[in-house]
């Protein structure tokens, strides 16, 4: 059966790395076995518990063993990466004979390695981290203590192998970028007519997924607009926060006084940070800004009324079905099967984003 998905940073300061068990479903010695009947979990079940907000990429077993599964989130101080935890632990509840240990990376990647040894005590079978944080050093660590490494939106470069899912980060830039790009046209042939125009990727440094989504925006909004190369230009403050964005962005406001300025957001942090340093600066008519994630951060701005004509739209990555859907792909590795692979296409905006996401 298809279970095809159809819906759908960083340095910092190592504030905490405190390892902790999100879901206790066992003992001391590892999680029980689990009996929720026969067959597997359907796709129709996994809608239901989760009010239509996850489509699965592995038809759990409902008899099989349980497991131990250890996360290293990239920084819980990013609204994307609290949905990550939040969807694995309901998938480990929902579930059930899961085990979760976690640990926060507080954004600082270069510790990943080391913080994984503070939880590999735990004897987790499969380890995942994502979005730039699953470091050679990382990657080594966990293979020498024959363990399984699951990474999230962080696919293997030239020579690297290992399991993942998520984001294709050409396609959600091409995306985000067409959206963006029909958006200037349409304000280029009435109060934009004859203006220069600057396309601004809002990346993050040390990145490379988010260095891959705004590059290839670029190229298409470059293509679609007709812009010589100096009319590209992009950020890469060392934390990803809206806030760091802002400040670069406000920066680059500065530099570009009579521009109008079309920003591509490597997430929402990008995507609100650009949002705020046009406000503050009263130049919301100057911008059009697209999101690339969808988190609660994008998804207030565009319930804001203020930021309509300024705001384009966000591609939905679906952060908290990424965090149920790891639960599934490691139950899946755990078993040496195959996942489905995660499919981000849905856009949000102003219209449609109280109806796909009601209960924010």
Same mark, same amino acid.
């Given at each position: 059966?298809?279970?095809?998905?159809?819906?759908?940073?960083?340095?910092?300061?190592?504030?905490?790395?405190?390892?902790?068990?999100?879901? #206790?479903?066992?003992? #001391?010695?590892?999680?029980?076995?689990?009996?929720?009947?026969?067959?597997?979990?359907?796709?129709?079940?996994?809608?239901?518990?989760? %009010?239509?907000?996850? %489509?699965? +990429?592995?038809?759990?077993?409902?008899?099989?063993? @349980?497991?131990?599964?250890?996360?290293?989130?990239?920084?819980?101080?990013?609204?994307?990466?609290?949905?990550?935890?939040? =969807?694995?632990?309901?998938?480990?509840?929902?579930?059930?004979?899961?085990?979760?240990?976690?640990?926060?990376? $507080?954004?600082?990647?270069?510790?990943?390695?080391?913080?994984?040894?503070?939880?590999?005590?735990?004897?987790?079978?499969?380890?995942?981290? @994502?979005?730039?944080?699953?470091?050679?050093?990382?990657?080594?660590?966990?293979?020498?203590?024959?363990?399984?490494?699951?990474?999230?939106?962080?696919?293997?470069?030239?020579?690297?192998?290992?399991?993942?899912?998520? +984001?294709?980060?050409?396609?959600?830039?091409?995306?985000?970028?067409? #959206?963006?790009?029909?958006?200037?046209? %349409?304000?280029?042939?009435?109060?934009?007519?004859?203006?220069?125009?600057?396309?601004?990727?809002?990346?993050?440094?040390?990145?490379?997924?988010?260095?891959? /989504?705004? /590059?290839? =925006?670029?190229?298409?909004?470059?293509?679609?607009?007709?812009?010589?190369?100096?009319?590209?230009?992009?950020?890469?403050?060392?934390?990803?926060?809206? $806030?760091?964005?802002?400040?670069?962005?406000?920066?680059?406001?500065?530099?570009?006084?009579?521009? *109008?300025?079309?920003?591509? @957001?490597?997430?929402?942090?990008?995507?609100?940070?650009?949002?705020?340093?046009?406000?503050?600066?009263?130049?919301? *008519?100057?911008?059009? +800004?697209?999101?690339?994630?969808?988190?609660?951060?994008?998804?207030? $701005?565009?319930?804001?009324? $203020?930021?309509?004509?300024?705001?384009?739209?966000?591609?939905?990555?679906?952060?908290?079905?990424?965090?149920?859907?790891?639960?599934?792909?490691?139950?899946?590795?755990?078993?040496?099967? *195959?996942? %489905?692979?995660?499919? #981000?296409?849905?856009?949000?905006?102003?219209?449609?984003?109280?109806?796909?996401?009601?209960?924010?």
């Amino acid at each position: 059966m298809s279970l095809r998905h159809n819906a759908r940073t960083t340095i910092g300061v190592l504030l905490a790395v405190a390892a902790l068990v999100t879901s #206790a479903c066992g003992s #001391a010695t590892g999680p029980a076995s689990v009996d929720k009947g026969e067959g597997d979990f359907t796709a129709d079940e996994v809608r239901a518990a989760t %009010e239509k907000r996850v %489509e699965p +990429v592995f038809a759990v077993p409902k008899k099989r063993d @349980g497991y131990t599964f250890a996360f290293l989130n990239p920084g819980l101080s990013i609204p994307t990466f609290v949905e990550w935890k939040n =969807g694995m632990k309901a998938a480990a509840d929902f579930y059930g004979g899961v085990t979760l240990v976690e640990s926060d990376l $507080a954004l600082d990647y270069p510790k990943s390695a080391s913080a994984f040894e503070t939880i590999a005590v735990r004897n987790p079978t499969v380890v995942g981290t @994502g979005a730039g944080a699953g470091t050679p050093g990382f990657l080594d660590a966990v293979r020498k203590n024959n363990m399984k490494p699951l990474l999230i939106d962080q696919e293997p470069g030239s020579g690297e192998t290992f399991d993942w899912f998520g +984001v294709n980060n050409v396609d959600v830039g091409r995306i985000g970028a067409e #959206a963006l790009a029909k958006k200037a046209k %349409e304000r280029l042939a009435a109060d934009w007519a004859g203006a220069d125009v600057v396309y601004l990727g809002a990346s993050v440094s040390n990145c490379a997924p988010c260095d891959a /989504r705004v /590059r290839k =925006g670029g190229e298409v909004v470059k293509q679609e607009l007709g812009l010589k190369d100096d009319k590209l230009q992009n950020v890469s403050p060392a934390d990803g926060s809206a $806030a760091a964005e802002e400040a670069v962005i406000t920066d680059f406001l500065t530099a570009h006084p009579n521009s *109008k300025v079309v920003v591509l @957001g490597y997430g929402d942090g990008g995507a609100v940070g650009a949002l705020n340093a046009l406000s503050k600066a009263g130049r919301l *008519k100057d911008g059009l +800004v697209v999101s690339l994630g969808g988190d609660p951060s994008g998804r207030a $701005a565009l319930r804001d009324r $203020a930021l309509r004509d300024t705001f384009v739209g966000a591609v939905d990555f679906n952060p908290y079905a990424q965090g149920w859907n790891w639960v599934e792909a490691a139950i899946a590795v755990q078993q040496g099967k *195959k996942f %489905e692979p995660y499919v #981000a296409e849905r856009f949000l905006t102003f219209d449609n984003v109280n109806m796909l996401y009601p209960n924010d």
